[in-house]
């Protein structure tokens, strides 16, 4: 029944250590706290600070019988020169996570482990060991990722999730020290009734209930800036033959982007009904390359025109020998089981465009849509709504380079398309076209010279509502029935969920939230195990309500911020 506490300098390496054959210092043992996962929170025990040696923000590891049980650095504790004894505070190495910032890595179309595996390694503290094999994939594709100059915490909560299921991919860091994405899911831990003591059933607290979360994911355009944008509207009518009686076509009209809403619901939303609004996070990845099944594709006096959807960037469409123009055009129909296009990538090389009278290179994507009204007295009226983003592609000097654009319908428009809140199996909801055309000027009348304009890769871009739906999910905080309490009389393994047998009325099983590790200067070794509802004191209560009430004020003034006038 031994213990070791290792003093680490701040930046992890060893400097002293203590143990029970030689305490130096220490009083009465330890308490530790740890997640379900095994990822370290807190450290506290009594020491006299002359004799233990440890200053602030040192690295504290301690083990029990050779096993790490906590690692992190020392937040609190008394002076150094004190000699009355005092409590010394740790906070586990997971913290060390956020005061780390990350640069302007850009990664596309990778495993969210890949990108994950990169950051800690080039990015991590010190004392935080990076292990790959605790980073194991996930299957998730993010199409592109990039937080410049954020703190590694927040970018590797963004990853987190991303990764489908409700809870995401949990990460921390362990007591060894070594930083983990994931974790196994192990089967409930059994614990007969009669091996607990101190069973306490805790308070029971509904403030924070939320069963429904309208989460805000696009309010404005992103990416390269577009050159210019069009929009009009046409009403036909049409007589009980069909013949046209009318056409009557509306002005240009100011384009103001649509605010798209996703709604996530826990399953007993309808029952309690207790909703919130968000945002999604900044930087989060909406979006997944559109299949190529669900698009039509045409290439005019191109050569090679299949290299732009082959999925190598190495390979191009070029503007053909003697053509007086070139163009590539996508196209995605109404009602179709796939993403929405909202945007796209692409990549080309434009050499010498300057040189050439006239020479214009523009890309644009359409959006249309169109409605039959049926009249009571026969014929119809059709009306057609069109919003078309161009952008004016410059020359590259050398080689390709890459325009982005993500466009929110108009606010009208979306209204007519698809009033309300996003679902995970919307279909498609308009035609959308994606052109890329080369020409001259009407006075010109020469033809454009060959392998002027490479086309590489065009990526359209459609709502992941999966994604949407995992961030959606985390907003929410259904009702804990039955938060318990519990002490073992030994050190339990990390487990994320237990299951008390034999219990009077019936057996419980619940999800850990918080482990407590115990060894006392006896050597006498617990654990308390919280089911469900941590920190059910009402300091603790009030103390998460006044956060989150913060939290809501900041996401209302980021709203009023994002939705102001354009």
């Not at 995401?168 to 009669?194: C, K, M, N, R, W």
């Not at 014929?379 to 709504?385: A, K």
């Not at 009325?505 to 308390?528: I, M, N, P």
């Amino acid at each position: 029944m031994t213990w070791t506490l290792d003093i680490l300098n701040p930046d992890g390496s060893p400097r002293a250590a203590r143990s029970d054959a030689a305490p130096s210092g220490v009083w009465d043992g330890f308490v530790w706290k740890w997640s379900r996962y095994g990822d370290c929170l807190t450290l506290n025990f009594d020491a006299v600070m002359p004799d233990l040696g440890v200053r602030n923000r040192d690295i504290l590891a301690l083990a029990i019988d050779g096993v790490p049980v906590f690692k992190g650095p020392v937040v609190e504790a008394p002076h150094p020169r004190d000699p009355r004894r005092g409590t010394v505070n740790a906070i586990g190495c997971s913290a060390l996570l956020y005061r780390r910032v990350i640069g302007q890595d850009s990664y596309q179309n990778v495993d969210v482990a890949v990108i994950v595996r990169d950051l800690i390694q080039k990015y991590r503290h010190p004392a935080i060991t990076y292990n790959p094999a605790l980073i194991p994939d996930t299957g998730k594709i993010l199409t592109s990722f990039r937080m410049p100059w954020r703190p590694l915490g927040k970018a590797l909560e963004l990853l987190a999730k991303t990764v489908a299921g409700e809870n995401g991919v949990p990460f921390g860091v362990l007591p060894s020290g070594e930083f983990f994405f994931g974790a196994d899911q192990t089967p409930s831990v059994p614990i007969p009734y009669s091996a607990v003591s101190g069973l306490k059933y805790l308070r029971v607290s509904g403030d924070e209930v939320i069963t429904s979360n309208y989460m805000v994911f696009l309010t404005r355009p992103a990416g390269t800036p577009y050159s210019r944008v069009e929009q009009y509207r046409k009403v036909t009518t049409r007589d009980s033959g069909g013949a046209v009686t009318d056409v009557r076509e509306e002005p240009q009209y100011t384009y103001v982007p649509a605010t798209y809403i996703y709604r996530a619901d826990d399953p007993d939303a309808a029952l309690y009904g207790l909703e919130t609004a968000t945002l999604v996070p900044g930087g989060a990845d909406i979006f997944s390359p559109v299949p190529n099944a669900s698009l039509t594709a045409n290439g005019t006096n191109l050569t090679n025109p299949g290299n732009v959807l082959d999925g190598d960037t190495a390979t191009f469409a070029a503007h053909a020998d003697g053509a007086y123009f070139s163009e590539f055009v996508l196209q995605q129909a109404a009602g179709l089981a796939a993403p929405q296009i909202t945007g796209f990538r692409a990549r080309y090389r434009l050499q010498g465009g300057t040189g050439i009278p006239g020479l214009r290179v523009t890309m644009w994507i359409t959006y249309d849509f169109q409605v039959v009204e049926p009249q009571p007295g026969g014929g119809s009226i059709t009306r057609e709504y069109r919003t078309r983003f161009y952008w004016d592609l410059p020359d590259t000097s050398e080689g390709p380079i890459e325009v982005v654009g993500v466009m929110p319908l108009p606010a009208d428009l979306l209204g007519i398309v698809h009033p309300g809140s996003f679902t995970p199996t919307d279909p498609t909801f308009l035609k959308t076209e994606i052109y890329v055309t080369v020409r001259q000027s009407e006075s010109v009348n020469t033809p454009i010279p060959a392998d002027t304009f490479r086309l590489y890769d065009i990526q359209p871009l459609g709502l992941d509502f999966e994604k949407l739906d995992t961030i959606a999910r985390k907003a929410l905080s259904p009702p804990v029935q039955e938060p318990t309490e519990f002490t073992l009389p030994y050190l339990l393994s990390v487990t994320p969920t237990v299951t008390l047998t034999g219990l009077p009325g019936g057996d419980q099983t619940g999800d850990v939230v918080e482990l407590e590790g115990r060894h006392d200067g006896k050597a006498l070794r617990s654990t308390t195990v919280k089911l469900e509802q941590p920190g059910a004191s009402e300091s603790a209560r009030i103390i998460r309500l006044v956060a989150k009430e913060r939290a809501a004020d900041a996401q209302d003034d980021l709203r009023a911020f994002l939705e102001g006038p354009v």
